[in-house]
């Protein structure tokens, strides 16, 4: 095989703690240097401009189907491992087609509106709890606990069951971001994935027995022309669903009420204008993304940006570079809630656009919404520390400790 030119950058460059904490200046130099990148210290390709990553994300020459069926690890390891290789993050045409065309079904615009109420009275539960104790961890308070409870509502998940999902689906996310996790740590999100599963199991056939109006039931009952999900496809997407909506939601809100106290002029904006609510929430999204990456593999040969990608190469796409590329947003590292033209890759691109996409903006302009009606002094608590979440793919908080006026 022809190795490509090597390149003295590397996006591990990402794990030095500077760059962890603030990575755009370094994806601005990758983008001005070398836009698609041959990783000669990671030997994957590195793609940072918006238009390559769109390129990238549509690109049948690269595969999404990356995933391990489980066969070669560990005795133990692959009922779980496999439940991946199942899910529509890592599935092509024509298995993630069909699955697509069944889960959305019963994940429609529709019922995404319907919650809106039920999402509001969730949030000012949560801010009435806060006003009470008159101090509030934005992460803890906030963005872990709402998501959780409004996929639960959605899967007819017990109350009492939700802290323990909450658990379950970061560890979920941990294994989408493996790197760095030593074998005990490995192998305990892995316990703790084939436990979710063993729940969500023992909950499908509750519900196949006695239907509820609820997601876990619709999908669970869900057919095309005689077509249904198989056990298998059902747990697997449960686990995508659930987890991949929380983590994603809970960042949003950290990424974005941090952006908001950090740019004063923009929240007083949000406070005095709620109709600025919508574009809002798409230009949080935009500026400090919640997931920064994804990974393809070649399966053909393909060009990009004017660089030949052989198949057998990984590529990863950065999300995160994608959304402050001053090709397609002006002035890309400016807060402005007032952006027209900000249609972020927050969510991926092409088939494989999130299909919770829009609960989690509901999510967003919702508690945005109410954080501004309701607490419109809302500042950084100066004796708190604001503590980022260590991961490569996904950008989020672990504190974000808040006071108000």
């Not at 950058?9 to 962890?20: C, G, N, Q, Y």
């Not at 806060?130 to 639960?152: F, H, K, N, Q, S």
């Not at 106290?261 to 005095?272: A, F, I, S």
């Amino acid at each position: 095989m022809t190795v490509p030119d090597a390149s003295p950058l590397t996006i591990e460059t990402l794990r030095e703690p500077v760059v962890r904490h603030d990575p755009y200046p370094f994806y601005r130099t990758l983008r001005e240097r070398a836009p698609v990148l041959w990783d000669s210290v990671r030997w994957q390709w590195v793609l940072t401009r918006h238009q390559d990553v769109m390129t990238a994300l549509r690109s049948p020459a690269l595969s999404a189907a990356r995933m391990s069926s489980g066969d070669e690890l560990p005795p133990g390891v692959p009922t779980a491992m496999a439940l991946f290789a199942r899910q529509l993050l890592f599935l092509d045409p024509p298995d993630h087609t069909r699955l697509r065309r069944l889960i959305s079904k019963a994940f429609t615009p529709r019922m995404v509106e319907g919650l809106r109420p039920a999402i509001t009275s969730l949030v000012d539960d949560l801010l009435d709890r806060a006003l009470e104790r008159g101090r509030m961890d934005v992460v803890d308070d906030l963005a872990l606990t709402l998501p959780v409870d409004v996929i639960a509502e959605m899967l007819g998940v017990p109350r009492q069951d939700r802290g323990q999902l909450r658990a379950w689906s970061g560890s979920f996310g941990r294994l989408l971001d493996d790197e760095g996790m030593d074998e005990a740590a490995f192998f305990g999100a892995m316990t703790d994935l084939g436990e979710f599963v063993e729940y969500l199991s023992d909950l499908v056939e509750i519900r196949r027995r006695a239907p509820r109006e609820d997601l876990i039931s619709q999908l669970a009952t869900v057919e095309e022309h005689g077509d249904q999900l198989s056990r298998e496809e059902l747990l697997a997407n449960l686990v995508l669903v659930l987890a991949a909506g929380h983590l994603t939601t809970t960042h949003l809100l950290g990424n974005g009420v941090l952006a908001l106290l950090r740019h004063p002029e923009q929240w007083r904006l949000l406070c005095g204008d709620p109709s600025v609510v919508p574009s809002a929430v798409q230009e949080l999204l935009r500026y400090d993304s919640p997931v920064q990456r994804t990974d393809r593999l070649a399966v053909a040969d393909v060009e990009i940006g004017g660089r030949q990608i052989r198949a057998g190469q990984s590529v990863v796409v950065m999300l995160g570079a994608a959304n402050r590329d001053p090709e397609a947003f002006p002035d890309p590292d400016r807060l402005d809630l007032r952006r027209d033209d900000s249609h972020p890759l927050a969510f991926g691109h092409g088939i494989h656009t999130c299909l919770g996409m829009a609960l989690a903006r509901a999510e967003g302009e919702i508690a945005f919404g109410r954080l501004a009606a309701r607490l419109p002094g809302l500042r950084l608590d100066e004796d708190g520390i604001v503590e980022r979440d260590q991961s490569l793919v996904f950008r989020g908080l672990r504190h974000l400790p808040v006071r108000w006026d």
